[in-house]
């Protein structure tokens, strides 16, 4: 089984639809992280999680949410989905100083 | 400045060369360094991974770190078509222990 895994894998939704992407990991990691990706633009932190009770805004969050359920899931929310929300989304896990792994990302396409 | 930097590319080189990507950071207190290897819709994957000054070789793969002028290289020897991807550098940066990504550089290896 996958490391880290994400729900669902793609996902068509409608402008002002409110949307969740899941994310869950068997590492044992503390650290979670939620990323966008566009074409050109490389990867772009929404919020990061480096504990259950540690939330933090990454450099793109205006849009959207999050809730750490447990050290293992780490779920992202577009409460008014809009369609430049349309982007490759990835979760990924790490513990404090090394690599990060990175789940199978979401296609999400809102129009 | 960018925290981290790397060419767009894409660099083209023929089947059987040595291809060489940079990448240079802004924050002279960073301590770990990595390189991954994105495919068009994929997640990234990590290849190297160095924390010292000087060459780390894992295969056909090596990375090179010089701290005093804040670059950290990837070199591929023999490179291969399947090797056609685009290599994102990361750094995690001291104090605050954030991890960031450059945009990537995108390989293409000529048959």
């Known amino acids: 089984d996958a490391d880290v895994t994400q729900t669902p894998r793609n996902r068509i939704t409608k402008t002002g639809k409110r949307i969740m992407l899941e994310c869950s990991q068997t590492k044992g990691h503390d650290r979670m992280y939620w990323y966008r990706q566009d074409p050109g633009l490389g990867l772009r932190l929404i919020y990061y999680?480096?504990?259950?009770?540690?939330?933090n805004k990454g450099e793109i969050s205006d849009g959207y949410s999050v809730s750490r359920q447990a050290q293992a899931k780490f779920s992202l929310s577009l409460e008014s989905a809009i369609p430049n929300q349309t982007a490759l989304y990835f979760c990924?896990?790490?513990?404090?100083?090394?690599?990060?792994?990175f789940g199978p990302g979401t296609r999400l396409t809102v129009t | 400045q960018k925290e981290v930097e790397q060419n767009s590319g894409p660099l083209s080189v023929p089947e059987g060369a040595i291809a060489s990507l940079n990448c240079t950071y802004s924050?002279?207190?960073?301590?770990?360094f990595f390189w991954y290897r994105q495919y068009s819709g994929k997640s990234p994957e990590l290849i190297m991974s160095?924390?010292?000054?000087g060459d780390k070789e894992d295969g056909r793969f090596t990375a090179q770190l010089n701290k005093a002028s804040q670059y950290v290289s990837l070199l591929i020897r023999d490179s291969q078509p399947s090797d056609s991807a685009t290599y994102l550098c990361a750094v995690i940066t001291s104090g605050t222990y954030k991890y960031i990504f450059g945009t990537g550089t995108r390989l293409k290896v000529l048959a």
């Open positions: 160095i924390y010292s000054n």
């Open positions: 990924a896990t790490s513990d404090t100083v090394n690599e990060q792994y």
């Open positions: 999680s480096f504990d259950v009770k540690d939330i």
């Open positions: 924050d002279r207190g960073s301590q770990s």
